[in-house]
């Protein structure tokens, strides 16, 4: 089984790889379900790190209905991460009627030449999954990470099965909650690979500053977690 692990910085990527996990999708701010990662943060690990790199291409926090000029941005990211030897990205543009922009998307597909390319988790707020997963399989994308439209991706682990059982082409990939107590489902299910971050929050460290900077926790990927979940399906 194939062992995706979503990480939110070096820290998380270098963990993943230590673990063994077989490639990235290296991310920033989880908190808002992931933006793309600043520049620095691409090449340090593509350069230093020897783990598959697919790279989460969202210009933006909130709905995936994006201006011509933010798919400007997601194109020239793409074409950042080509320049840089990425194995992958990861990316989805949805009308404003939640069903797959094809026009959008075939442009990205197209400009993604020699990358894989994952539809990533818009496809969990489409209204038809399955008229969104006949688009994205027609459009040619490698792969569709889903929670089957729950959640957690073991609450629509039943979706997610009718899905891999239509596919000819295109991979399902089970994201979102996957953790020790659930891996083995999918696994028994008949899925190729999963997905998941394994995140151990971490205190941040309050400023005593004026200014009122937000407060919370931030975490990072546990190698130890990663090499747990692991151990349990191969």
């Known amino acids: ?89 990861v990316c989805g543009v949805l009308s404003t009627h939640n ?29 038809d999954p399955f008229k969104a997963f006949e688009d994205l399989e027609a459009l040619g994308v490698t792969r569709i990470l889903s929670s089957g439209q729950k959640p957690k991706a073991i609450d629509g682990i039943q979706l997610l099965k009718e899905l891999k059982n239509k596919s000819s082409t295109v991979q399902i990939m089970p994201g979102s909650g996957i953790n020790k107590t659930n891996v083995v489902s999918f696994k028994q299910a008949g899925f190729e690979m999963i997905h998941f971050s394994a995140l151990k929050n971490t205190p941040v460290v309050a400023t005593t500053a004026a200014v009122n900077f937000s407060q919370g926790v931030e975490g990072s990927s546990d190698l130890q977690s990663i090499a747990e979940i692991i151990a349990l399906v191969e």
């Open 99 to 127: 069903q797959v922009d094809l026009q959008a998307t075939k442009a990205l597909v197209e400009a993604s030449t020699d990358l894989e390319f994952t539809f990533h988790r818009a496809f969990d707020v489409v209204v």
């Open 1 to 89: 089984m194939i062992i995706e692990i979503c990480a939110n910085s070096f820290a998380s990527a270098k963990a993943a790889q230590d673990a063994g996990a077989h490639r990235i999708e290296l991310c920033t701010q989880l908190s808002v379900g992931g933006l793309t990662p600043s520049y620095g943060c691409i090449e340090k690990v593509v350069k230093e790190l020897d783990i598959a790199v697919h790279v989460l291409i969202r210009p933006r926090a909130g709905n995936f209905n994006y201006t011509h000029q933010e798919l400007d941005i997601i194109k020239r990211d793409i074409a950042f991460c080509q320049s840089l030897g990425c194995q992958g990205v």
